[in-house]
């Protein structure tokens, strides 16, 4: 195992990453996309780090501008920044020597509704993993979702109001959706909804119990083992 750290350019800014490569020869790599105010370095995409290379794979976990050890502010994120910004990050991957070019994506949350709408434009994407996500943002200015987007500022209201990329990207397939029944911040019926909407190949995973950050420990488990299990196949 061989963990490298980079700066990505992204924007202006520079995004702090940490891929994680196995010891066997070039191969895919799976992204993680954190959600709206965490960091890349959560347990739980630490944990799939691990189990990505038990499985083989490269796992490549970073910080959206504004977050963690990234640069920028997090009061100037919007949808299509961190659009940007993980279309910035598979650009770096692509070209890296290690890696084979097969690319797969985790998100989780905000992470998860930015994933979608960057594989839906990039037919490339050997497969894509949705926790707990968002099917739409119309409604959560002021409805105590996310936090109720503390922290955020006039660019992503303006974002919202303006109704540009409101709702996940429909119709990206190899997609698998894990949402918790008792999720308080994305109502489970967004879950249901966002697999609705994918194309086949697809799956859903209704997590029982689970909360939105999967705090309990069997619950992040159960969602990784899932994960690269759906995705394994696909890369």
């Known amino acids: 195992m061989r963990e490298e750290r980079h700066w990505i350019p992204s924007g202006g800014e520079k995004l ?47 910080d959206f501008r504004g977050c963690g050890e990234s640069g920028g502010r997090y009061a100037d994120s919007t949808v299509a920044v961190r659009i940007a910004d993980l279309r910035a990050v598979i650009a770096f991957l692509r070209g890296h020597q290690d890696l084979d070019g097969r690319l797969a994506l985790v998100g989780s949350s905000m992470g998860g509704f930015v994933a979608l709408h960057v594989a839906a434009a990039d037919p490339s994407i050997r497969g894509v993993v949705t926790w ?40 990206v397939g190899r997609a698998l959706v894990i949402q918790g029944t008792e999720d308080e ?51």
């Open 16 to 62: 702090a990453a940490v891929l994680t490569l196995p010891d066997k020869g070039r191969g895919p790599c799976v992204i993680a996309c954190h959600g709206l105010a965490a960091s890349k370095d959560s347990e739980k995409y630490l944990l799939l780090t691990e189990a990505a290379l038990e499985a083989g794979l490269a796992c490549c976990r970073f």
């Open 132 to 171: 707990n996500t968002p099917a739409t943002l119309r409604g959560m200015g002021g409805s105590g979702r996310e936090a109720d987007l503390e922290g955020l500022g006039v660019p992503f209201r303006e974002e919202l109001e303006q109704g540009d990329l409101l709702d996940a990207a429909a119709g």
């Open 185 to 235: 911040v994305v109502p489970p019926e967004h879950g249901r909804l966002l697999y609705e909407r994918s194309a086949e190949p697809k799956s859903i995973l209704m997590l029982e119990g689970a909360a939105h950050r999967l705090t309990d420990p069997a619950h992040r488990r159960r969602a990784i083992h899932a994960s690269l299990s759906w995705l394994l196949p696909h890369l």
